[in-house]
RNA sequence: GGGCGAGUGGCGGAAUUGGUAGACGCGUUGGUCUUAGGAACCAAUAGUGCAAGCUGUGAAGGUUCGAGUCCUUUCUCGCCUACCA
């Protein structure tokens, strides 16, 4: 017999695929929608590993749910703007543009060769006019609504990419991308008011039913809601300060008061602007501040001004007020009152610099006398040395009563602060989404009318100028207004924009007016099952959520208001590194594995260096090339081997030996259905031994089903291999053809998700027909007459008896005592208690 | 420092509600066929014992007739986050 052939099959499919355009969606209010998104990918160049798990994983759900009978959308898209087409124009003098559409279109055939059951008509790309032009649309509408903002402020900024980075995109002090120490910088930036909606954020977080608990926590910990009080401290020094603004959560712990610290960047660091000690303090601060030994060792450090405090429970008592560099000027007012024996780091401060401790709660088994020595004591309790608070109970009791007594004496007030700021979206680059606005003569803020919407990207632009290239593009650059000369904002919008409203592209992706209609995105969202990488838990999945309530804001017409219903995160694909002698990094094609050892290859005295499985990259050059592996294997075998070995949302391991089993496997499926089909042809018509085909077709479409319903993706390529191995046997049998026919086209229906060119080409075989249904369960072939009970004898199992189905526990007992059982165990001892549980076990308690 | 998650054979991993631990695959071992095989097929494969059996899900306790699964303590690893007042 011929082997499986996968290119000509693949390539067949495919083609019928695209020309009978299967994966076409439309609106059908007669039919239940199922919109199932992969998060799109930036065209860096080819597809990698990640993609064929994302999108294989994407697919495998999209297609069951077609063949449940769901109206199934599956999009797919291009994130394309970004500073690597930047960077990568200018290293080889090209154009991001093209750099862009060509890594597009060799992407775009990479997936289509891996067999995805993609509505490729609704194909975006965000670098489009055709896709920003809304987007730069939706900027002014939020303008209009007060949700976009321009604000001078410390930014972060990234010298190497000369760029301003996000306070999300600063990781350790570093540039996400660059990795360059972060500088601080005054800026004038467009921020989005995201913060507005902290708490509609944090509520909404409640109705994702369908999303990890960790992405939620995480969510949750950015928003960052605290409640607590503000207070104003009443102060007395030689400048001309009255009163410092803090908030804090622990208002009950007043009477612990020994200092009060500042940010450096609070307002009243501008009466020292001409100390040279305080300037010299603030040069350390920003240096200390945001390296991560730094941070490890949280050294605390201070510089004492000559203002006091005054504590406004205890008018006596006044304390010092410092600067400090742990007090962060975006939290709360960038000011914190000290009570150092309740809080670890102030308790650190207060020991650097020699300031009072005193203790104010105890602990609930200690007495009175109870004074915190080594350790700030930060628990539950009871509050002593606090006068007329003395005896309340902490936490709870203790804030709210002290709230209540500073809001009655007018010293404080109630307050919920948030940690989530206001997201910076203005960007120093050339390839982004241009900025809808312009300022004239006098600076003012000029938005752009809307008929003259989009402002495009200057083509041919200079990308080797400093900074960005569209601050050098002055005929661009000018502009008239209602006949006035006008200057157009060069930033362009961070590329976390583009990404916040795509999904909402895809339900309305040719049309003109406006980014989507009403009526589409009504039928269509909210995305049923989001699948992507846990890497965006906050950022992409936090800016999408609030576009939704920021586009909806007053505007009633939004049928969902979350924007992502489930949401998988799947794991990532990792590899063995190998370190050749010299300490380089090696592919695995350049190593073999000769004699249980690895070297390097064609250099056979280089031995190699075998590291931890990591994550692929290429700075590891651990990578893969799934092209080079489909031309090698198949995309049925890739997507079956990529699913295989791991729960889908944990990290799966590449193997090449696993691979090739799943390429051998595909073969020997093939076999299978030459077999079945021999068979079938046979025309046998006795019905000699059916019933176990029956029950196990029932039995596994069940499991399968439950499987796939769960993600539990590696389970249904087990059960794969477990229905071969039966079916290999089985079709040795005497079958009736007319059931072998019928179980195995159920059978290969529940291929079709996973290996869908070879599964749609073995039932084409038997049917000469492509439309399915996914198959029913027959309970009446679930039903087994015996029943293997487990006898267990104090609680120890002894043996498996196959018994009647329903047996009840009388009856079984006399099975039991006619067995050799009884000899060995019940001879001569009294039977103390039974438990019995139908249709499982019976446990015999006994004597011993 | 805080949060989350995970520890099951040589390896990746199964085990819907507490009810036969180790499905399925890889690897390994033995065999068949082959000029040969990194091919195919058959068989074995948690440990220990000739065996009946005993021991086994990171460790220690607990609840239960019964625990990989529930509770307490503890260890190890991974991920996220970080001076948030």
């Known amino acids: 017999m011929d082997r499986y052939n996968f290119k000509i099959v693949e390539n067949k499919w495919q083609e019928k695929w695209q020309k009978s355009k299967v994966f076409k969606a439309k609106i059908d209010k007669s039919k239940k929608k199922f919109y199932c998104l992969e998060m799109f990918p930036y065209p860096s160049g080819k597809i990698h590993m990640g993609h064929v798990r994302n999108y294989t994983i994407g697919d495998v759900l999209s297609r069951y749910k077609s063949l449940k009978g769901f109206n199934v959308m599956h999009p797919m898209g291009w994130d394309a703007f970004g500073m690597p087409a930047e960077n990568a124009a200018r290293e080889n003098n090209l154009d991001p543009k093209e750099w862009t559409n060509e890594n597009i279109s060799t992407m775009k055939k990479q997936l289509k060769r891996l067999g995805l059951s993609i509505d490729w008509d609704r194909e975006i790309s965000t670098c489009s006019e055709e896709y920003y032009k809304h987007q730069q649309l939706f900027f002014l509408e939020l303008f209009e609504k007060g949700l976009v903002y321009r604000k001078e402020n410390y930014v972060n900024w990234d010298p190497v990419d000369q760029t301003v980075l996000a306070n999300e995109q600063v990781i350790d002090g570093k540039g996400w991308r660059s990795g360059a120490i972060v500088e601080r910088k005054k800026l004038n930036q467009w921020f989005f008011n995201i913060s507005k909606f902290s708490e509609d954020l944090l509520k909404g977080l409640d109705e994702l039913e369908e999303w990890p608990n960790k992405v939620k926590i995480m969510q949750k910990n950015w928003i960052g809601k605290s409640f607590g009080c503000e207070i104003s401290f009443q102060t007395e020094g030689e400048l001309p300060v009255k009163e410092i603004k803090c908030f804090t959560t622990r208002p009950d712990t007043l009477f612990g008061f020994s200092f009060l610290a500042l940010s450096v960047d609070h307002e009243i660091s501008k009466y020292f602007s001409k100390d040279k000690e305080f300037l010299k303090f603030r040069d350390a601060c920003s240096k200390t501040g945001t390296t991560e030994e730094a941070i490890a060792i949280g050294e605390k450090i201070g510089f004492k001004t000559k203002l006091l405090a005054i504590n406004p429970l205890n008018p006596n008592q006044k304390v010092p007020v410092f600067f400090a560099n742990f007090v962060l000027m975006d939290y709360g007012f960038g000011a914190v009152f ?28 200690e007495n009175d006398n109870f004074e915190v020595k080594d350790k700030a004591y930060s628990g539950a309790g009871v509050l002593i040395n606090s006068e007329f608070l003395n005896g309340l109970k902490v936490p709870n009791d203790s804030i709210l009563k002290t709230i209540d007594i500073l809001e009655k004496k007018k010293l404080g007030k109630k307050k919920v602060n948030f940690r ?9 680059r050339y390839w982004g989404c241009p900025i809808p606005i312009a300022y004239n003569e006098n600076g003012h803020v000029m938005p752009i009318p809307k008929n003259q919407l989009p402002i495009k990207l200057p083509e041919n632009v200079n990308l080797n100028s400093k900074g960005n290239p569209l601050d050098s593009e002055n005929e661009w650059k000018n502009i008239i207004i209602d006949g006035k000369k006008c200057i157009r904002e060069t930033d362009t919008l961070d590329t976390f924009v583009c990404s916040s409203w795509y999904y909402l592209r895809f339900c309305s992706p040719k049309e003109e007016e406006y980014g989507f209609t009403q009526d589409e995105i009504n039928y269509w969202m909210p995305v049923d099952q989001y699948i992507g990488g846990v890497e965006h838990a906050i950022l992409h999945l936090l800016y999408s959520r609030f576009f939704i309530k920021a586009l909806g804001f007053k505007n009633n017409n939004f049928k969902f208001t979350e924007p992502f219903k489930g949401l998988f995160t799947q794991g990532m694909v990792c590899h063995e590194t190998y370190k050749d002698q010299n300490n380089n990094w090696l592919s695995p094609e350049e190593v073999e594995l000769v004699e249980n050892q690895y070297r390097k290859k064609n250099d056979p005295t280089n031995k190699v260096k075998v590291g931890p499985s990591e994550s692929m990259s290429k700075s590891k050059k651990n990578v893969i090339d799934p092209e080079k592996i489909i031309e090698n294997f198949g995309a049925d075998a890739v997507r079956l081997f990529i699913l295989s070995d791991s729960p889908p949302e944990k990290d799966v391991q590449w193997s090449e030996q696993g691979m090739l089993a799943s390429y051998k496997f595909i073969q020997k499926l093939w076999l299978l259905n030459e077999k079945v089909k021999k068979k079938i042809k046979l025309d046998i018509k006795e019905i000699y031994n059916n019933s176990d085909l029956e029950k196990f077709t029932n039995q596994i479409i069940n499991k399968y089903t439950y499987n796939l319903e769960n993600f539990n993706y590696n389970v249904i390529i087990a059960n794969i291999y477990e229905i071969y191995n039966f079916l290999n046997k089985e079709v040795d049998k005497n079958i009736n053809s007319e059931t072998l026919k019928k179980n195995y086209r159920k059978i290969l229906i529940l291929y079709l998700p996973v290996i869908p060119h070879f599964a749609s080409e073995c039932l084409f075989d038997l049917e000469y027909d492509d439309k399915f249904d996914w ?10 007459d015996k029943v293997d009970f487990v006898i267990q004898i104090n609680g120890k199992k002894r043996a498996i008896l196959k018994e009647n189905k329903d047996i009840d526990q009388e009856s079984l007992l006399v099975k039991i005592k006619s067995n050799k059982l009884s000899e060995k165990y019940l001879k001569n001892k009294s039977i103390n208690k039974i438990i019995f549980v139908k249709n499982r076990l019976i446990n015999l308690i006994i004597n011993e």
Not at 775 to 784: D, G, R, T
């Open 338 to 365: 000290g009570c150092p024996a309740h809080d670890q780091r102030d308790f650190d401060f207060a020991k650097k610099y020699n300031l009072q401790i005193k203790t104010v709660v105890k602990p609930d088994n």
């Open 420 to 428: 989530l700021k206001d997201w910076g979206v203005s960007r120093q």
């Open 775 to 784: 198959p029913k369960v027959n309970a009446n072939f679930l039903k087994e």
